[in-house]
């Protein structure tokens, strides 16, 4: 089971952090990502982290300001948010596998927490 975490308002240029936490230790062998949806779009991509957290993989739109993370010691991933814009605004959602050879395929995710709600006012 994911819990995420952090969400909130934040004005444009902010930042947020959100947590990701799992029910056991076993999530220390997942493969941890970040996906966000907005209201009568797709929900896509964000953030990917190996679970060691030696590879990490970001969206274009959010390389430079989104940081994946993960303290497997705490059962719990990380995804830092600064330099918020409007367009950020969604519900974020973890989720995890055991592997995946493209981070950004949602349907081989087999766990997937109920999402924090972002709101970035301009």
């Known amino acids: 089971q994911l819990v995420e975490s952090g969400g909130g308002v934040v004005q444009a240029g902010g930042s947020l952090r959100l947590s990701c936490g799992a029910s056991?230790?076993?999530?220390?062998?997942?493969?941890m990502s970040w996906f966000r949806q907005v209201p009568g779009k797709e929900r896509e991509f964000v953030a990917g982290i190996s679970w060691r957290g030696f590879e990490e993989y970001y969206r274009n739109s959010v390389k430079g300001r989104f940081y994946i993370s993960r303290d497997n010691a705490k059962n719990t991933g990380y995804l830092q948010m600064n330099n918020l814009r409007p367009e950020d605004t969604a519900v974020y959602y973890c989720a995890a596998t055991r592997s995946v050879s493209d981070f950004q395929v949602q349907t081989r995710y087999d766990y997937w927490g109920k999402g924090t709600l972002v709101t970035v006012s301009s």
């Open positions: 056991d230790a076993s999530f220390n062998s997942l493969v």
